[in-house]
């Protein structure tokens, strides 16, 4: 099994004909995803080419791809300044996941946007999230298929680059994953903590949990509280930015220690108070999940 | 975008918040002039972005014109948590009465735009919130129906027992939140909010924080970013779409993601190094930004090692190598660079750094040691 995306996945791409959307929508078709559609507004009636000559249509609006084509997910690749609206237009059509990789999204817009999917009844991963990928089964976003592999492990990240990073060195362990879920830097994103460690508590394959946060906000502090009161498998924890200065964003626009607030020494003490171990470098994460799984 | 008090209130007043009138001085001489004008007690206070301005002595009452000069040439070129002040605001003295808190801002956890609210206002509002959280009143603004004029009311209820104030602090309420809403911020904050003895109610301080993201739709308040208020590193960076904080310690630091950045700069910290910064130098990055970055890192003295820390997803390596190699032809820097390049493009790196003498690492942890080790030997 696997959370958010497997083989019953069916992708549209929203802005495929974009430079990211565009040398992406290849990336996941390479890994085996199946990309069912593409929107691009103008577009509609054209297809894109997939790395094996695939076709795959490109349609005017998302209402019109998911009725031709019974998407069930979106990714989003749209700018900035259109991506709420992206979210809206794909929760309308009626997809259930929608992974919103664009950063620099208006907060204000997407205060909107999120309202409006929970009101549909979708699920949004991200703004500015490296996506999820479920080994062996299907990735939607952008990280790259070649540092992870089927197992056990399900990890939960607010950062892109960082959780490759901590996933590599699961990988070269030879600790597989069963999803790796970006959830995003900004300070208001559709699926937090305790949401995907939700929906890994109710995975049977998944039998220990990597979350990785940095300062900013008290998404980790919330979700400590809830795998002490919920969660009966392991979770190994790591936070960035414990030699962040207070007061200065650190490029994610959420991660911002504001007056006491949000410091990785409080995230990292949470967690410890609430059974997660922590691990001091993302390498350690590698000792501490083998511990956790082999007792 | 942190923006300053006279900025707020102009932004306020554009919304027919009632704000004292004001303007800002640069000399001693204009703040003659400005409180010549007012006439009367005019208070003169220091616009930088730090708050506790009060205590660090940049406000001050000033009842004559010999009174204006002196505190002008006082507070012009003080240092308020590090930051220069460069201008200072001339406003007249208001007869206040009460003193009351009106916020606004972003919530993360609602995810919507929130109100906070006390009659305990001209304080520190974290402390009120610790100290006596009854004194305070939240609403969560339904973004489908926006801010109603009766939660406007709710809100305005618990500040005044008066009903002309209340009604005047409930459309004050109103217009806060389009000023928030059609500005796109992140944050505003009336603190004081006074009323006066003829029973007027007035903004009379305002914090502003406009989001980042929304400055392309506000081109009007692109102008209000104060340069000299950021390092000139910092301004340097974000023209070149980077990120940089600068630190206080020697280890340079070049990584290609915010959360990778953050996890670098606390190993350097790990193996007993300080990092001289944050740099992320984001995703599709083409050499030109790389080349930006090492100029930025090398433009502070204190850096005695460069280290990349480079992780390919979006990012390739071999573009990486290529700003690297370029920066060295094209700007003399004197101290060693060290490097990991893993990812998208990695073996074209290799090959490109290999081409130039340089190499690399593959783990982070081996380069971050490395990078220590050469800071601690010299």
């Known amino acids: 099994m696997a959370i958010l995306v497997d083989e019953n996945t069916k992708l549209v791409v929203q802005g495929i004909t974009g430079r990211d959307g565009f040398f992406h929508t290849v990336q996941m078709m390479e890994y085996g995803t199946a990309v069912v559609a593409g929107v691009t507004p103008g577009k509609g009636g054209q297809a894109f080419e997939g790395p094996g000559g695939e076709r795959v249509p490109i349609f005017n609006s998302m209402d019109e791809a998911v009725s031709e084509t019974g998407a069930n997910t979106s990714a989003v690749y749209v700018p900035p300044a259109f991506a709420a609206s992206a979210v809206e237009e794909a929760a309308d059509a009626g997809v259930s996941l929608i992974v919103a990789i664009t950063e620099g999204v208006p907060v204000q817009d997407m205060a909107r946007a999120h309202a409006f999917a929970r009101d549909h009844g979708a699920r949004v991963l991200g703004p500015n999230c490296p996506g999820v990928i479920s080994p062996g089964k299907a990735k939607v976003g952008i990280i790259p298929g070649n540092i992870v592999t089927p197992g056990p492990v399900g990890v939960i990240s607010r950062s892109g680059t960082l959780t490759y990073e901590a996933v590599i060195h699961l990988t070269n362990a030879g600790i597989g994953q069963t999803t790796c879920v970006g959830i995003g830097g900004d300070p208001l994103i559709g699926t937090n903590f305790v949401d995907a460690l939700e929906a890994f508590a109710g995975d049977a394959e998944t039998e220990a949990i990597v979350m990785i946060g940095e300062i900013g906000g008290t998404d980790e502090q919330e979700a400590a509280q809830w795998v002490s009161e919920h969660l009966k498998i392991p979770v190994v924890g790591f936070i960035a930015g414990q030699t962040a200065p207070p007061g200065r964003r650190m490029g994610h626009a959420g991660a911002i220690v504001s007056g006491s607030s949000g410091t990785a020494e409080e995230k990292m003490k949470t967690f410890e108070e609430n059974g997660i171990a922590v691990a001091e470098r993302p390498a350690d994460i590698v000792d501490l999940i083998q511990g956790a799984l082999f007792v | ?378």
Request: aromatic share 6%.
């Open chain 2, 1 to 378: 975008m942190n923006i300053h008090e006279y900025q707020a209130k102009e932004i306020l007043r554009a919304n027919g918040i009632p704000v004292p009138p004001g303007e800002v001085a640069t000399t001693p001489e204009e703040a003659v002039a400005l409180a010549e004008k007012y006439g009367g007690t005019v208070v003169v206070k220091a616009q930088v972005h730090s708050g506790g301005r009060g205590k660090a002595g940049g406000v001050k009452l000033a009842t004559t014109t010999a009174e204006v000069r002196e505190h002008a040439e006082k507070i012009l070129g003080m240092t308020i948590s590090g930051l220069k002040v460069e201008k200072i605001l001339i406003t007249p003295a208001e007869d206040i009465d009460t003193e009351a808190y009106v916020g606004i801002l972003i919530d993360r956890g609602s995810q919507a735009a929130t109100f906070i609210v006390s009659a305990e206002g001209g304080i520190d509002i974290e402390e009120v919130a610790h100290t006596d959280p009854d004194a305070i009143r939240k609403l969560t603004v339904d973004s489908h129906y926006g801010l109603m004029g009766h939660q406007a009311y709710w809100l305005a209820n618990s500040l005044y027992g008066e009903p002309g104030l209340v009604k005047q602090a409930a459309k004050i309420i109103r217009q806060l939140y389009d000023a928030f809403t059609s500005s796109g911020a992140s944050m505003i904050e009336i603190n004081p909010l006074i009323t006066t003895r003829s029973g007027e109610v007035k903004a009379i301080d305002a914090k502003m924080s406009i989001d980042d993201s929304e400055l392309f739709r506000h081109p009007e308040l692109v102008g209000y970013r104060d340069l000299s208020a950021e390092p000139a590193a910092e301004t340097k960076a974000r023209e070149a779409a980077l990120s940089y904080v600068k630190l206080d310690g020697n280890v340079g630091c070049c990584v290609n993601g915010a959360g990778l950045a953050m996890a670098t700069m606390d190993l350097v910290k790990y193996y007993g190094g300080e990092p001289a910064n944050f740099l992320d130098i984001g995703g599709s990055s083409n050499p030109e930004k790389v080349v930006s970055a090492l100029e930025i890192i090398t433009s502070d003295s204190n850096v005695k090692v460069i280290l990349f820390n480079i992780f390919g997803g979006i990012t390739r390596g071999d573009d990486v190598a290529r700003g690297i190699v370029e920066a060295t032809r094209r700007i003399d820097i004197e101290v060693p660079i060290v490097i990991r390049l893993t990812g998208t493009n990695e073996k074209e790196g290799l090959d490109i750094l290999g081409e130039a003498g340089l190499s690399a690492f593959s783990s982070m942890d081996e380069v971050v040691e490395r990078a220590v080790e050469i800071v601690n030997a010299g």
